[in-house]
């Protein structure tokens, strides 16, 4: 089932969705909640975007159950978030107006509810609570799982509770007292023995994932919409006996942490487009000067300044090849809320094993948006950088080694003192413009991605058939939804939701796509940025067929499964 | 191995520990060759063995300094080399860390991370090499080049007031500023000694000549004198005396208490897994 | 920390050890400069000063019968920054001819001998006077030494500093 709670600032719908959505966690169901808002810092137009089901879900899907307004002040604005249908229910205060014509014209149901006269009936009371009451009412839960969850985050008092929990109850007896009864897809009664579920963001996903590989040192600058991964971070890494520092700006951001890693401290920082692009300089230092480091970009409209709040996949481009020189990195990119843990883990163990710096594309939809998983295990990945000896008399900070990995001397142990620099350099680390010194630091700072094995999680793969569809990021949910789809229609379709994207796998592609003859890469942006970069650096059966589209509105299970039906029947 | 090891003994910290096989490129007649003896000469002052100590740098000719010390060098990019030098205190709080470069890098592109450096107080050491021009590209003009001086990219002169480091490192927060003279390499190594000493940021602006494009740069050593009073630390009063600086006073300006940034032990109250209960269901 | 004018004749002589050693080291840095520089020829000359100052220093620690050399020794800074026997950084030039090295090196062993001669007059101590007015006569004969090297060396050209090429640069 799918709830918008839309609403003006002091109406509260953003605490009522996420109350929803610790109710639902508490009655074992799972959810997805995302937020959507005007520009205002507060008190501004505002919904809370919920989805309930009872398998994990990374997509809102394609239309909304319910949208229920405590105004309706130029919620007109979320119009294109919040698609209707004749099936919809709108719910809407009368003493606000009427709905715009935008939702009435869907021919949804339109279900008035004085929900701000209801509220001021009880003393101390607020409306979001009446809202909470009826969309939790309208989603099959019992009472009592939303009462708990209001009273496990109840901050303000006693007697405060008491009324909002009245005004609760009376948004709830109202739903059940609409004529005719609303006819609305129920969320499922959970299972009994559920196991523990968590309820995460993207952001805070990112960081867990980070601490647990081993990242003890942050340094950033605040950027929307990765704000939110540092101030989890900030806290919590004083608790494990890491520091977080806030940077004067982005270009401080990545030169610290690669200070902080040439001493030996697994250091990450976290930006979004316009932060990376600042940091460009300074991540090929890092790969110049074979210091691993850890940038987690939370993807959002772009060029420029773009669209801070909204999600999109452009920065694929730049992270892949956005360097001058030969400045080969390491670039990956969760595909779900859950995935941002397991893959930032796995880019702390891959920066420092490689000693290099690891781009973790992750985008404002995962990062922002909290949803109740089931909790990702600690796959065990952890910093191990390969170091250098004490006292070695023949110790060269860059020698050629055959894997390319040469042991890194760490400030403080003695006889193997070196000078790092992202000059090119000798095997000993003398500064060089020698041509053969070049090719050789050079080949090695390549060879050394390319030989490492990366194992199985480089793609998550499903399915056979002739036909493939491939993704990467936060667009795998919207089309594994569309695959599945697909397949109960008779499909047959193989699914590539890539995770590494750089260095390039051709071989490992080329086996997943053996007996694919018609390929098509779905993405979030307008200049097929993943289309492109496949096309340039693997081998696919024919040209591939490319949907894409740019945010701010995610791509959605339907769309992506028409444009496969469209695609096949074109074959 | 040299004459010198026939004449001087094998103690376990002398400058002679402190120098890297690296022979520098600098110009015959550059101020930096003393200061490099200075940094190494405070080092063997200070005691710690080269491998306690990071040297941290940015781009330009004194930026060349990590490679020609025996220490942990870092060579990073222009302007960041406070930055760097920053992640590497807080993280590895352990080491003594000094930050080595020139007007050009330091105070111009340098400058955004200059002031949050000094603000921010953590323990380090920023010598800056001015020789007021960009030496290693050619001789422009640096920001604390004479407004009438000439240049190919600034015919006629910039005509802009000059930056004064010093009463920004002051105003901005550092909690030890001196200006030191590169002719004068003992009385260089003592001031670097005391910045290294004292807690907090350190700042130590040391007329360094560049004799290639700033051959005129001869006559300081003819007219830079000690300071007439002894160091405070008492930063209105430090603030007064620089506000009249000419920028030939040589000493110890200012040695203040300012409260240091608080770096991190490193002891871990929680696990991770602590952690993880916050999102429990 | 500035050396205090010298009271005994061992502080006295481990103020001149300080000397020589310490213009011992600025050649040797200005000889690796002007090697760095593809001037050997200057290179050369300022290396066999090292070799020079560094028997001048052994010297004084055979005359002294010093088993080790003395601790904590400082060379007075005079005339300037410089201790007395130190060729100044700046008074090098990268395309300098032999001469030129030598003229510093004279005016290095003067200004030495003058320092001496100062010592001398000031002198408290009749044992450091004494002292003082040795290692005076001592840097004299170095002088004679050095203008001696000198007659043998041929004079610089006129254009000696021109070079047809602008700087170069790097980074």
């Known amino acids: 089932m799918v709830i918008a709670l839309a609403g003006s600032g002091g109406s509260g719908v953003m605490t009522a969705g996420t109350l929803l959505l610790a109710a639902a966690a508490k009655a074992g169901v799972y959810g997805l909640m995302v937020r959507t808002s005007g520009p205002q810092i507060r008190g501004g137009e505002a919904a809370a975007l919920v989805r309930l089901a009872d398998r994990p879900v990374d997509t809102l899907g394609d239309t909304f159950d319910l949208l229920l307004a405590i105004d309706w002040s130029n919620t007109h604005r979320f119009a294109d978030e919040v698609p209707l249908t004749a099936r919809s229910v709108i719910v809407g205060d009368p003493d606000e107006g009427q709905p715009p014509e935008v939702f009435l014209a869907t021919g949804a149901r339109y279900v008035p509810l004085q929900m701000k006269k209801m509220a001021r009936a009880i003393a101390g009371s607020w409306v979001n609570m009446v809202a909470l009451g009826f969309a939790g009412a309208l989603a099959g839960f019992p009472q009592e799982a939303l009462e708990a969850a209001v009273r496990a985050d109840w901050k303000r008092g006693d007697e405060a509770l008491a009324a909002n929990l009245s005004a609760l109850a009376a948004g709830y007896a109202a739903e059940r007292g609409v004529t005719p009864p609303i006819v609305a897809p129920q969320v499922p009664q959970p299972k009994a023995g559920a196991k523990p579920r968590w309820s995460i963001s993207g952001n805070e996903a990112a960081g867990l994932g980070a601490i647990r590989g081993g990242v003890r040192f942050v340094a950033a600058y605040p950027i929307t919409p990765a704000t939110e991964l540092l101030e989890w971070m900030a806290p919590a890494l004083t608790r494990v006996g890491g520091t977080l520092l806030q940077a004067e700006d982005e270009l401080a951001s990545i030169n610290m942490i690669i200070g902080g890693s040439y001493g030996g401290v697994p250091s990450l920082t976290a930006t979004a487009g316009p932060g990376l692009s600042l940091m460009a300089e300074g991540i090929g230092l890092a790969v110049a000067s074979e210091t691993p480091v850890v940038i987690v970009d939370v993807m959002r409209g772009g060029p420029s300044t773009g669209i801070p709040a909204k999600s999109e996949q452009s920065d694929l481009s730049f992270a892949v090849s956005g360097l001058h020189g030969d400045a080969p990195r390491l670039v990956v990119a969760p595909t779900s809320i859950a995935d941002c843990a397991t893959t930032t883990q796995w880019a702390v163990h891959l920066a420092e094993a490689l000693q290099a710096p690891a781009i973790v594309l992750s985008d404002q939809f995962l990062g922002q948006s909290r949803a109740i998983i089931d909790p990702p295990a600690d796959s065990g990945l952890r910093a191990q950088r390969l170091r250098a000896e004490a006292n070695d008399a023949d110790y060269k900070r860059y020698r050629n080694t055959e894997s390319g990995v040469s042991p890194m001397a760490v400030p403080g142990t003695p006889g193997v003192t070196y000078t790092a620099d992202g000059l090119e350099h000798t095997e000993a680390a003398v500064p060089s413009s020698n041509s053969r010194d070049h090719r050789l630091q050079l080949d090695k700072r390549e060879r050394k991605l390319l030989q490492h094995d990366y194992g199985d999680a480089w793609a998550d793969i499903d399915g056979d058939g002739d036909a493939a569809v491939i993704t990467f990021g936060s667009t795998s949910a919207a089309v594994r939804e569309a695959v599945a789809r697909a397949r109960a229609e008779g499909l047959r379709v193989r699914l590539v939701a890539m995770r590494l994207l750089a260095p390039a796998q051709p071989e490992k592609l080329a086996k997943a796509l053996e007996g694919v003859r018609h390929v098509m890469v779905v993405e979030q942006n307008h200049g097929a940025q993943f289309c492109r970069y496949l096309r340039g650096h693997f081998d696919l059966p024919a040209k591939p067929a490319s949907y894409h589209r740019p945010g701010p509105l995610p791509l959605r299970p339907g769309e992506v499964h028409k444009a496969i039906a469209d695609w096949r029947k074109a074959a | ?281 | 920390m500035k050396p205090t004018a010298p009271t005994t004749v061992e502080e006295f002589m481990a103020q001149a050890y300080a000397m020589e050693l310490e213009a011992q080291q600025r050649y040797a840095d200005l000889a690796d400069a002007m090697e760095m520089h593809n001037n050997r020829e200057a290179a050369e000359l300022f290396r066999k000063m090292v070799v020079i100052e560094g028997k001048h220093a052994a010297q004084i620690m055979a005359e002294m019968g010093w088993k080790a050399p003395p601790a904590n020794a400082v060379a007075p800074a005079w005339e300037g920054f410089d201790s007395a026997e130190q060729v100044p950084v700046d008074d090098v030039h990268y395309l300098m001819r032999p001469w030129h090295a030598l003229q510093l090196a004279l005016a290095a062993e003067q200004r030495a001998a003058r320092f001496f001669a100062e010592l001398a007059m000031t002198a408290k101590d009749e044992s450091v006077r004494k002292a003082a007015i040795e290692l005076r006569d001592e840097e004299l004969e170095h002088v004679e030494l050095v203008r001696a090297w000198m007659a043998k060396v041929p004079q610089p050209e006129k254009d000696w500093a021109e070079d047809p090429d602008p700087p170069r640069y790097d980074d």
């Open chain 2, 1 to 281: 191995m040299n004459d010198l090891a026939a004449a001087a003994p094998a103690a376990a910290c002398t400058p002679a520990t402190f120098k890297s096989a690296v022979k520098p490129v600098w110009c015959p007649g550059c101020g930096d060759y003393s200061v490099l003896s200075a940094i190494t000469k405070a080092l063997a002052m200070i005691g710690r063995p080269p491998h306690e100590v990071g040297v941290v740098s940015g781009i330009g000719c004194s930026s060349r300094i990590p490679a020609y010390t025996s220490c942990y060098g870092f060579h990073g990019v222009h302007g960041r080399s406070l930055a760097a030098a920053t992640g590497l205190k807080v993280a590895r709080p352990d080491l003594t860390v000094i930050v080595t470069g020139g007007d050009g890098d330091g105070y111009s592109i340098g400058g955004n991370h200059f002031l949050h450096a000094c603000r921010r107080n953590v323990d380090l050491t920023y010598i800056v090499m001015d020789n007021h021009v960009y030496g290693m590209t050619k001789g422009q003009p640096s920001p604390t080049t004479e407004p009438d001086w000439d240049s190919k990219l600034a015919p006629g002169g910039t005509k802009i007031r000059v930056f004064h480091p010093m009463v920004v490192a002051l105003a901005a927060g550092a909690n030890f500023v001196a200006r030191a003279f590169a002719g004068d390499p003992n009385g260089t190594a003592a001031v670097i000694a005391q910045a290294i000493r004292h807690p907090g940021f350190s700042f130590v602006e040391i007329l360094s000549p560049c004799v290639t494009f700033r051959p005129e740069q001869k006559e300081w050593k003819s007219i830079v004198r000690p300071a007439s009073a002894e160091a405070t630390d008492d930063p209105a009063l430090a603030a007064r005396r620089v506000m009249s600086d000419d920028g030939l006073n040589i000493g110890v300006l200012y040695a203040g208490n300012r409260p240091c940034y608080r770096l991190n032990d490193g002891s871990a109250a929680s696990n991770v897994t602590d952690l993880e209960m916050e999102f429990r269901v």
